[in-house]
């Protein structure tokens, strides 16, 4: 595998009983790249996700990250590498028991048992400015909006510097203006932090944001793949049925 | 680690129970394959098992106060007019804190304790799974298992027999409170008949059968709730499962455990 690839998927299959939600999807994410992946819901897109973190075990094919095969990772060895990964889930999945600052000590404390106390006050200080919300750093999830949730989330993920970041819809359930702030905060922190992203999502203004790239889950494959300007601007009646107003016969 | 889905649905067919039970045989010896696999591993998370005893303690220390000292009060007083009958009121004391050492006592503080606790920790982890944040545990490399479900499970092991002990006291002094009641008995002589009753072989089967009592509290409640599945109702379903299996099983092992202890301390008999 070349260097340059942080992550290679190659004939990636799951099935739940009958239904199959990938068949066969194969995808290179180069180092730095931002990719998106689109789809209608049920296409496999978290599925594809939970694969790449080892959440879910594919029923055939191998994942590839910094060159390794996942499957052929022990526990240890697995853990090791996720450390250097991070993942934003739909609902943000904050530790509800927890205050933002214990969220975001959690993983610190676990990972660096060794680092000071005021080393670690001063990392999550300084990632919580990164998201602007420095003044929730006592509050409860509880107290806290959807952006702030998402972005508290995010905090959580990136706090210990990872290459690759996973989101999981990072835009659902908000409003357009939160969306738009999440996305813009996204792209700022991968230039910032030298990440790569995949990105799942349906929302439109977000890819344009985010993508340097993007791909399309079609029947449990990759259907379509390119620019994000080559697949909004594509004839096929799918895709326009996806990403335009108009409701064009297939 | 694999565990057996259980399945869920209005209309379960004969088969699809006779499957879930076994599937929750073998999910609750997976799990306890795990945790014996994962107790002694580096960090042993004392400040969470701490943390949880302390909770727990707390959460029961009231109702359980409560319970003690009905069943010392009810006890005495049901059993008062049959000694009376037989002019044996003398060995209320003696009667009452055999019974409550080793049997009452250990039992119905233990279904107590599975009643509040199996199902809290039901449906806290219910939760935690239905909402991710026990994949995001599990993403950020933290091992959930030896987190979530080691920590919970050596706090009910350690916490439910301190809490059966406080239960006998309590119970006795319920038992002494309808004595004096009804008639005159000096603290001193009932103090003497109770410490003459009570023996080795009562004692020790009766707190340590609470080991294995609490140890099955926090398994089960970690079992159905770790697994948890179907959102908000998933989490309903977990604690109340969690709550008929650890009475269940608290009762089934009460059964066993007598029977061991009869056979390992025959002067009970």
Not at chain 1, 44 to 69: E, Q, R, Y
Request: charge should be neutral; include cysteine; charged fraction near 20%.
């Amino acid at each position: 595998m070349a260097d340059d690839k942080l992550v290679e998927i190659k004939n990636l299959s799951k099935r739940f009983e009958t239904l199959s939600v990938l068949d066969n999807v194969s995808i290179d994410v180069p180092r730095g790249d931002n990719l998106v992946v689109f789809g209608r819901s049920g296409q496999g897109k978290s599925v594809l996700l939970k694969c790449i973190i080892g959440l879910m075990h594919p029923d055939a094919g191998k994942i590839f990250i910094k060159g390794n095969d996942i499957s052929l990772l022990s526990a240890k060895e697995m853990n090791e590498l996720r450390k250097n990964i991070g993942f934003l889930f739909q609902g943000a999945a904050l530790y509800d028991s927890m205050t933002v600052r214990e969220n975001l000590e959690f993983p610190l404390r676990k990972h660096f048992p060794d680092k000071a106390q005021k080393e670690i006050d001063d990392k999550v200080v300084n990632t919580l400015k990164l998201v602007s919300l420095e003044d929730a750093i006592d509050k409860m999830p509880s107290e806290l909006s959807g952006g702030m949730k998402k972005r508290i989330g995010l905090a959580r993920s990136i706090i210990t510097d990872p290459e690759l970041m996973l989101y999981d819809e990072p835009t659902t359930g908000l409003d357009p203006i939160t969306a738009k702030e999440i996305s813009e905060l996204i792209i700022n922190l991968q230039k910032k932090l030298n990440m790569t992203s995949i990105v799942v999502t349906h929302d439109l203004i977000c890819a344009e944001i985010i993508a340097d790239r993007a791909i399309f889950l079609r029947d449990a494959k990759v259907a379509y793949q390119g620019s994000l300007s080559e697949l909004t601007s594509s004839a096929d009646p799918f895709l326009r049925n996806f990403f335009s107003h108009e409701l064009v016969k297939e | 680690m694999k565990i057996p889905k259980i399945k869920y649905g209005r209309r379960l067919s004969s088969a699809d129970t006779l499957y879930n039970f076994f599937a929750t045989i073998t999910g609750l010896t997976v799990f306890n394959i795990e945790f014996v696999k994962q107790a002694f591993k580096t960090p042993l998370e004392i400040g969470q098992i701490k943390k949880h005893m302390d909770e727990l303690g707390v959460k029961t220390f009231g109702i359980v106060s409560i319970t003690g000292l009905i069943i010392g009060l009810v006890l005495t007083m049901q059993s008062q007019p049959i000694m009376l009958r037989f002019g044996a009121t003398d060995f209320l004391p003696a009667m009452v804190s055999i019974s409550v050492v080793r049997e009452l006592g250990p039992v119905i503080t233990a279904l107590i304790f599975a009643g509040r606790v199996s199902s809290g920790i039901g449906a806290e982890l219910g939760s935690m799974r239905v909402t991710e944040q026990i994949d995001a545990m599990e993403v950020s490399a933290i091992n959930p298992f030896k987190y979530l479900v080691v920590t919970r499970v050596i706090a009910t092991t350690m916490i439910l027999p301190i809490l059966t002990v406080y239960v006998i006291m309590i119970a006795l002094i319920g038992c002494f409170l309808a004595i004096i009641l009804t008639e005159s008995m000096s603290l001193k002589y009932f103090v003497d008949s109770v410490v003459t009753a009570v023996q080795f072989g009562d004692f020790i089967p009766g707190i340590g059968k609470t080991f294995v009592f609490g140890y099955l509290v926090g398994m089960v409640g970690c079992y159905k709730g770790f697994t948890a599945e179907g959102g908000t109702e998933g989490v309903g379903r977990a604690s109340t499962t969690a709550v008929v299996l650890s009475s269940l099983l608290i009762l089934i092992f009460d059964m066993v455990l007598v029977k061991i202890s009869l056979w390992l301390w025959p002067t009970i008999n």
